[in-house]
T-cell receptor, first 115, second 112 residues
Framework: GAVVSQHPSWVICKSGTSVKIECRSL??????MFWYRQFPKQSLMLMAT?????????EQGVEKDKFLINHASLTLSTLTVTSAHPEDSSFYIC???????????FGPGTRLLVL | GQQLNQSPQSMFIQEGEDVSMNCTSS?????WLWYKQDPGEGPVLLIA?????ELTSNGRLTAQFGITRKDSFLNISASIPSDVGIYFC????????????FGKGTKLTVNP
């Protein structure tokens, strides 16, 4: 399977600060990046989709100005949670996908706790 | 929108028992994916199914793509403690999208 890394694996921050999460595909080039959010005891919910070099498209109900996504290269995408609040505390998981790849692989996730 | 209904929601079994869980939808799916998620980790792909009626095994795991393309099941034989986790079914949203929709998961507990 594909090797995907996320950094940091967990982060605790104060309300109002911004947090950047990195996702790297280590052994393939990701033309598309999916970002998911998972609240405790719930399933994964897609937040946004980005293609390398293009603006991300966001799912309904996800604020694009709050969750900034950058997909500047085929091996790196970042998700920045701006002005984080306690309700943003969640598990954020990326899923890079190579063009033509039939299955999706996921990163190990980043646990965000906003105090 | 498309939804995947997974059952059961949770299972408590003894080590060595076989397990079966399933996933249904009112919509047709062209691909069914089964993932396992350990606490604090991202989902790991277990089995991918691409054809109606397809039966695929991966070690002690067996999954089938329903002939109607609206359901799939996952079986685990001779369960062991490390099978503990949450199992999710997933499928691509219609319209040629690569976006996935996930079921709510089946939480499996295996008692040694």
């Amino acid at each position: 399977g594909a090797v995907v890394s996320q950094h940091p694996s967990w982060v605790i921050c104060k309300s109002g600060t911004s947090v950047k999460i990195e996702c790297r595909s280590l052994d393939f080039q990701a033309t598309t990046m999916f970002w998911y959010r998972q609240f405790p005891k719930q399933s994964l919910m897609l937040m946004a989709t980005s293609n390398e070099g293009s603006k991300a498209t966001y799912e309904q109900g996800v604020e694009k100005d709050k969750f900034l996504i950058n997909h500047a290269s085929l091996t790196l995408s970042t998700l920045t949670v701006t002005s984080a609040h306690p309700e943003d505390s969640s598990f954020y998981i990326c899923s890079p996908q190579m063009l033509g790849q039939e299955t999706q692989y996921f990163g190990p996730g980043t646990r965000l706790l906003v105090l | 929108g498309q939804q995947l209904n997974q059952s059961p929601q949770s299972m408590f079994i003894q080590e060595g028992e076989d397990v079966s869980m399933n996933c249904t939808s009112s919509s047709i799916f062209n691909t069914w994916l089964w993932y396992k998620q350990d606490p604090g980790e991202g989902p790991v792909l277990l089995i991918a199914l691409y054809k109606a009626g397809e039966l695929t095994s991966n070690g002690r795991l067996t999954a089938q793509f329903g002939i109607t393309r609206k359901d799939s099941f996952l079986n685990i034989s001779a369960s062991i403690p490390s099978d503990v986790g949450i199992y999710f079914c997933a499928g691509p949203i219609q319209g040629g999208s690569e976006k996935l929709v996930f079921g709510k998961g089946t939480k499996l507990t295996v008692n040694p």
